[in-house]
């Protein structure tokens, strides 16, 4: 009887001391798969985060070349903001204007301003570049450079630029901030600096 009660309290100890591993082990892997889901939607987060700012910067350039076209006749070099499209447009949309859609309006455009410069109007010059731009940029250039922290930084110094070169025009910072018109470009530009500060400061994290 002494054995068989030995033998019953080792095997219930084995038991327990089975339990007790398994408890552990479920609980280690409830915690990885926890901290597995927190990282994933931190990551998805700031994925949306930057995508949708990035969004938001590409709209603020558009905007101002729109209003370079139209109202904003000033010595401001926005020609920097197809460079800056550049940078900023997203991989799809990229990749469709190097493709065979890009290659075609840009020999359609170039035609256009050899053949027909009568017809071709003004405002259709720096669109028509940043189709050129696209299609022509070697791929080294193109693949290494866009998403990269050089591609920010020149993001970063085309909106500094720009900015200051505004309250200038505008007669200084004030002016800049409350005429009508200076208001619109100032909120435009700095819509400009949203996207490659928060990718600035994800790229250093």
Known sequence: MVGGKMSYLAMKTDYAAENALISSDLRDLGNSLQQLANHAFLGGGLGFGTSFLKWVALIAAVYLL????????????????????????????????????????????????LFFPTRFPDWLELPAALIL???????????????????????????????????RASGGFRNSFTKTNGLSNSIGILLLFVYPVWALILWIL
């Open 66 to 113: 729109i209003l370079d076209r139209t109202n904003w006749k000033t010595n401001v070099l926005t020609a920097l903001l197809i460079p800056y499209i550049f940078f900023t447009l997203p991989n799809w949309l990229f990749h469709i204007l190097r493709g065979e859609i890009g290659k075609w309006i840009a020999f359609i455009a170039v035609i256009l301003r």
């Open 133 to 167: 731009l696209h299609v022509v940029a070697p791929s080294l250039f193109a693949d290494s450079v866009r998403g990269h922290w050089v591609g920010l930084v020149i993001c970063l110094i085309i909106g500094i630029y720009l900015l200051q070169e505004h309250i």
